[in-house]
């Protein structure tokens, strides 16, 4: 290689360097700011944005009036530009070197579509207990909920049982259904929660099915421990916006996965008008049904598709 080829190779490299801290370099107008210097709900956005990623930078600007937070991070070799507004809301997110940008109405859904369901969840077995005062799932014995659809009905209750599954020791929740006064299904779903997050883990269900007043089958029942099945987690203490884990996972028979869609829903039932409520749509790889269910602090369910809340508890 000739000295006038080395010399325009170096020139080159000496361009790119600077191009690249050109690009590092604060813009007019912006200020370069560390993740613990952002606001409590931006920081807690980054922080899920940043779950399989690695943060460049944050530059906090000011754009049309409001404070907005331009985040840049990498994800899986792609980067991506993450605009988060003061209240903790993806304003957009752009994937470097694509022209589309990508916008919801629901932020974190970009984000589902990249990252796929909890489904291992690291908890000491020593710490969960058959009671529980999750604040949108209390496990409390004597508790009832009275649910209603037309001349349908879905009765909730705490039972005084427990159930010892996979060597932990759960509270019993029993769900009976009924079809225009007919009982269809009674089922007993076993629960623990721990002490010390509020998180509420799902150990399998107990399902008798009806026809005419007689059990014909027990179809949808597992338990965590047999035949491959594994305990899920049904609510977090503290669910956040964006985050998806499944409840069941006891394959070929119960998979039920759920996506927190929002934690600040208000609801109105029959019974009342519920605020802050949690808002779970359910999914399962075993069939195109979607769920929509509704929980509300310190009470429980308040809707569960069609049914509602009927009677206050």
Not at 181 to 199: H, K, M, P, Y
């Amino acid at each position: 290689m000739n000295l006038q080829c080395i010399s325009i190779l170096v020139a080159l490299a000496g361009m790119c360097g600077c191009a690249r801290l050109q690009r590092h370099a604060a813009e007019p107008g912006e200020i370069k700011v560390r993740l613990d210097q952002t606001p409590a709900a931006v920081r807690q956005t980054i922080e899920r944005e940043l779950v399989g990623a690695e943060l460049e930078d944050i530059a906090r600007k000011v754009r049309q009036g409001k404070t907005i937070y331009e985040t840049d991070l990498f994800r899986n070799g792609h980067k991506w530009e993450v605009v988060v507004g003061e209240d903790g809301k993806i304003i957009s997110k752009i994937q470097e070197g694509r022209a589309q940008e990508e916008k919801s109405e629901r932020p974190e859904s970009a984000k589902s579509k990249q990252s796929g369901w909890r489904e291992t969840f690291p908890v000491d077995k020593a710490d969960l207990a058959p009671t529980g005062t999750n604040l949108y799932l209390p496990i409390q014995p004597g508790k009832v909920l009275k649910l209603a659809h037309g001349n349908d009905r879905l009765t909730v209750s705490i039972l005084l049982d427990t159930k010892t599954v996979d060597g932990v020791t759960t509270g019993v929740l029993e769900e009976r259904e009924e079809k225009n006064g007919q009982l269809i299904e009674v089922s007993r779903n076993f629960f623990a929660t721990d002490r010390n997050t509020g998180d509420v883990y799902y150990f399998g269900e107990d399902v008798d099915n009806y026809k005419d007043g007689r059990i014909i089958s027990h179809e949808s029942a597992w338990r965590a421990g047999e035949n491959g099945a594994r305990f899920g987690l049904m609510i977090p203490g503290r669910p956040k916006m964006g985050d998806k884990f499944y409840q069941e996972i006891a394959p070929k028979v119960a998979l039920d996965r759920v996506e927190v869609v929002s934690v600040d829903e208000t609801v109105r039932t029959p019974a009342g008008t519920f605020h802050h409520c949690v808002h779970l749509r359910e999914t399962t790889p075993l069939e195109a049904d979607v769920s929509h269910k509704y929980y509300a602090p310190h009470v429980g369910m308040i809707k569960d598709d069609e049914f509602e809340l009927a009677e206050k508890p």
